[in-house]
Every structure is written in C-alpha cells, then in structure tokens.
C-alpha cells in the first residue's frame, strides 16, 4: 500500500535522473561540438573527400611540368610543387589524388569536383570572377615557335611578325601577348595540342606559348624542324600563374599561406631551378 511520502519519495527520485540525463547531455553536446570545432580546424578534413588531397591537371600533361604526363610520379615543375604544398597541408604523398580537367572547364562559374587545379593558369582580374587562386607559384615569358624552313625563321624582332599567321590558345596570356606584340590577327585554338598541330601542319606560321612549353615543343619534336625563334620582349606575366580553387573555398587562405612559406624558405626557387633551368636559360629575346 502507497502512502504519500512513498509517493512524493518516488516523485524526487526521478526528477534528479531526470536532471543528471539532461547534465550528461548538455556534457556530450559539449564534447561533441568540441570536437566538431577541432574537425573543422584540420585542413585535411576540410578537401571534397575528407582525409585526401584532389588535384586536378590537364589532359595531357605536358613536360616540364609534368613529366610523361605522369603527374603522381612527383617529377615535373608543377607536380612537384603540389606534393611540396600537400606536406606543409599535412597530407601524406598518398593522400593526393590526381584527376584531369580541361583548361576551360577548370575556370568556368561552377561546382568543382576537385581541391586544386594547376595548368599554368595566368592569374586574371577576370578569371577571380568565377574560381580562387593561390599566389603566384611562377612567373613566365611568352616566346614564339616556328618551323625552321619557315621564313620567319630568321626574325629578331616582334615587327617582323606583323604580317605573320601567329597561333595561340584562347583565352590564354600567351594569346594577350601574341595580339599586344605581334599583330592583332591572332588565329585561336581550344588547346595546346591542336595548336602544335597547326603549326606542324603549315597552317600557321608561328604559335606563342610560354617558354618553357616552347623550349619542350622542339625538343620532343612535337613540331618537325622547328626552333624557339625568341621571347617576346615585356611578356612577364605580372601576375604569374596561380593554383585554381573552387570559388571561395575553404582552401584557399590555408593554400595561400602554405605556398608563401614555400617560397620564404626557398622551396619555389629550388624547384624551379631542377625543373624548368633547362627550358628558360639562353632563350633569346626579340627586339
């Protein structure tokens, strides 16, 4: 038989597991918001797949920034480059996964499946529109590639250019130089690789692309009997090239930061001079 003080005994005693349940949670809410704020705080958890490192490049690669279009090798200017940014990230080297994109599709407005894309993208006021960039991790010239059977072969200067059927790619510095230096009739092409084949082909008479890439279009006979006719003189891009993020990305100060370091303590320069010394040193320039 109940009495009232079995009653309001009962009564006391489930209030106070009532209120030590609701102490326990607000005590886990807590820990698990703590824990939520240390998540957030960690760069690796912050990439598309948590735990790994997107990077995406262009389809093909090309040679010196990246080596037989093998960007996972490590080996090549920009490849090279991004396992340097994905250890001062906190990323291990298996942690980077490779994709490919093209250069277009890299800096269009859009969802991005990828963290980072880098294919020697000119950084631009206008590109900053739709898509992030790191600073600048280079800052190229722009030189001039022709057939030596051609009768540009033997040009000194960018006025010798100004009747010439010149080649660049869209939307490219190459092709802002080209028009800017050589002749306003510039003849575009989608990519690279159609480009060299124009050339290849005699259906144009010169194509500008950034020096490195030129020195490597003779030197694997990408074009037949061709040569490096010269740089084009006040074609350092001022901006340089820069690491394309997704718009407004949680990367992108972080990547920012990370990249600065690597050229503080001289990782930049140390890179450069093993990957693109070959293709930059003795290339003349055009009066």
Same mark, same amino acid.
């Given at each position: ?40 705080? /960690?760069?690796? +958890? ?14 093909? %690669? ?21 396992? #340097?940014?994905?250890?001062? =990230? ?15 599709? #890299? ?11 880098? +294919? ?17 991790? *280079? ?12 009768? @540009? ?7 010798? @250019? ?5 080649? %660049? ?5 190459? *092709?802002? @130089?080209?028009?800017?230096?050589? /002749?306003? /009739? ?5 990519? /690279? ?76 320069? +140390? ?7 070959? *293709? ?5 320039? =055009?009066?």
């Amino acid at each position: 038989m109940f009495t009232m003080k079995t009653v309001q005994r009962a009564v006391a005693v489930s209030l106070s597991a009532i209120s030590l349940t609701a102490v326990a949670a607000c005590g886990n809410t807590n820990a698990s918001s703590s824990a939520t704020k240390t998540d957030s705080s /960690n760069v690796t +958890q912050q990439t598309i797949i948590p735990g790994t490192l997107t990077v995406a490049t262009g389809k093909p %690669a090309y040679t010196p920034w990246v080596l037989d279009d093998k960007p996972e090798s490590g080996k090549g200017y920009e490849s090279a480059i991004i396992y #340097a940014l994905a250890d001062k =990230l906190g990323f291990k080297k298996d942690a980077v996964k490779w994709t490919r994109t093209t250069f277009d599709a #890299a800096i269009a407005p859009g969802a991005k499946d990828w963290d980072l894309n880098i +294919q020697q993208f000119s950084i631009t006021d206008e590109r900053k529109k739709a898509v992030d960039f790191s600073p600048s991790y *280079y800052n190229p010239t722009q030189a001039v590639v022709v057939r030596k059977d051609s009768k @540009f072969a033997s040009a000194k200067s960018a006025s010798d @250019f100004k009747d010439a059927a010149v080649g %660049a790619m869209v939307g490219t510095t190459s *092709y802002d @130089f080209a028009k800017e230096k050589l /002749n306003s /009739n510039i003849q575009t092409f989608n990519d /690279n690789a159609v480009l060299v084949q124009a050339l290849d082909a005699g259906q144009i008479d010169a194509l500008v692309v950034d020096t490195p890439t030129a020195v490597n279009i003779v030197e694997s006979n990408q074009v037949k009997n061709a040569k490096v006719v010269g740089q084009i003189p006040g074609s350092e891009d001022p901006q340089g090239m820069g690491i394309v993020l997704p718009k407004d990305s949680k990367l992108t100060a972080k990547v920012s930061d990370a990249l600065n370091d690597l050229e503080k303590d001289g990782t930049l320069k +140390q890179l450069q001079d093993k990957w693109l010394a070959a *293709y930059t040193t003795d290339i003349p320039t =055009l009066k």
